[in-house]
């Protein structure tokens, strides 16, 4: 479950992996523009160091997200676009050394209690990626530079891909004239290398842009991603859906049975797909999350008798059927039994 700004005991829900990108507190985002914003070296801490105590105190895992340049490491002017508050948030920093040296101070403060490191956000978006420096070859570069980095400040550590995002742009950027997955897996990392031999395992956002009433998206973009990971040599690589939901338009315009419906069906037709690890995208947001009131409530336990029904599982069969764009079954058996969830006629 990702948290955008709530810290125990306010979320009511059952997950044992929590997720930081958009985490703020007091409109300060907890990323690198955040906890270095104005002076490289001059770093605040407090707010991020509540949050891995309390997730680690709860027994989750943490994937830290450090993305978001702040505005005095890039000389250029701001091309626009940024969602973070540094407004060169979207844009590589001049010297990749800042970034490094942030990230080793990040990974030895918290040696131990990491699970996984994010290195880019969405980068087939412009949002989170733009400028003249923004090439595959300068992403697999960084890639490449902060894996180093992390791994000599915590080995325990994972490293994971930069996390792209949507059906249609995020594996093949070509075809929208942005940087994708298959882009960054093939580009020089400049050395002796390329992007796909720098991360653990691969980070993906799974939206179905097209609608994201139609979670029947879900097996092209899984089956595209592990094709281009498979073709450069990456077999061994997993894939997490390290974020999902519904987005357009939001979760809590829909009735209440719906949200039930397209949360489980994403949950389950991730899982039986063959992602080892899925993220919910958000709980707290207004739009996408689960709401308030008697919706919360009905939603909330929606997902935490899923979470008993899976978590720490043994899946022994699963399948997912796609009849068209509005229409789906899906199912997982387990050592525990059964679980399923069928769409049929959602709106467009």
Known sequence: MHVNVNIEPLIPCSYSLARTHSYTSGGVY?????VEPTTKGVRSWTVLDAWVDANVAAGRKIILDMSGT???????????????????????PDNDSDYTDFLSAVATRYAGKIYAYDTWNEPNLS??????????????????KVYQAIKAADQSALVLSPAFTSVFSGVDGAASGSVGMKQFLAASDGASGTGADWFDHCAYHFYCNDSALRPTGHERMYRELRAALNASGRTDAEIWAEETGVIVPGLQTLAIDDQVALMRANILALFALGCARVMWFSFDDGSIGFGSGENRSTITAAWNQLHADLAGATIRSAYVRTLDQRTME????????????????MPQ
């Open 127 to 144: 949002k989170y990626y733009k400028g003249a420096a923004a090439t595959a070859e300068r992403l697999a570069t960084i890639q490449r």
């Open 70 to 92: 702040p505005n005095w490491a890039v000389s250029a002017a701001a091309v626009g676009e940024s969602p973070y508050p540094a407004t060169k948030g979207n844009m590589v």
């Open 30 to 34: 907890q990323n690198w523009s955040g």
């Open 330 to 345: 899906v199912s997982i058996t387990t050592n525990r039994g059964t679980v399923s969830q069928s769409i049929r006629g």
